[in-house]
């Protein structure tokens, strides 16, 4: 079920398998911000990744000694979530165990994803609760995927992305999905990563600990931009595809990340992985923000 809220700026529009956001439209001119999901190409628009990040080393992980298995970027984003709430300016949805979930993923949780619309900006919040009687471990995360070119006549190597800061931070690679120890100088005092089909060769670009909080999907046209708020998440991937259809790039806030290849695969153990004792919450937030000249 698709649910449609608006506000004098902008229109967005969430499905309730995945609670997966799947159209953000400028009420201005209609200008729509989203990939909408080409199969051909890539058939989601912005799925949301719990409770792993990434993909585990051969789809499978361990707790207390009993062997699970997991698909890449978890379960949440293919499972019907429950519309609990709706506002002029807000959706809310809830996800909870039950057990189809034990099965994948021993512990009891709720997964609630909210969307609120504030003036040209849209609040995307993510809470996990503590269902269970113990500590629960798990990582969530988002991968938004944004038109690029936004508008007719452009070209995809004509935006950039703009970090908040200058920095000198380095792009780790995954070597079929799993994070490796490669990696490679990416900013050296600087700020800007320029868009092309081939820097995605290599699959995405994955930071650790970045400095800048924000970052914006500018084009040298300077018509629009988006500015992407991950203030809270410690992991940034920036993916798209090599492909000349893939007129798209995702710009992807993360608490946590894909398996090391060197993986003894426990989950306890696990690179970014949150712990959160019984009766606690964890939350997180990130922000779309649309930016007219």
Known sequence: M?????????????????????????NMDSTEYIWQGDPSVWNRHAPILFPIVGKLKDNKYKIDGTVYEMSQHGFARDMEFNLTEQKDNRLKYELKSDEETLKKYPY????????????????VVYSVDNADKKTIWFSIGGHPGFRCPMFEGERYEDYYLKFEYKDTAYRYFADEGLVSDRKALCFNNEYKLFLSRDIFNEDAFIFKNLKSKKVVLKSVNKRREIEFDFNGFPYLGIWSKPDKEANFVCIEPWCGIADNKETDGNFKNKEGIISLNQDDKFNCKYSIKINRY
């Open 2 to 26: 698709v649910s449609l809220i608006k506000n004098e700026f902008l229109t967005l529009k969430v499905e309730s398998k995945g609670a997966e956001m799947i159209s953000l439209k400028d």
């Open 108 to 123: 009891k949780f709720k997964l609630t994803v909210e969307y609120i619309l504030n003036k040209n900006k849209v609040d």
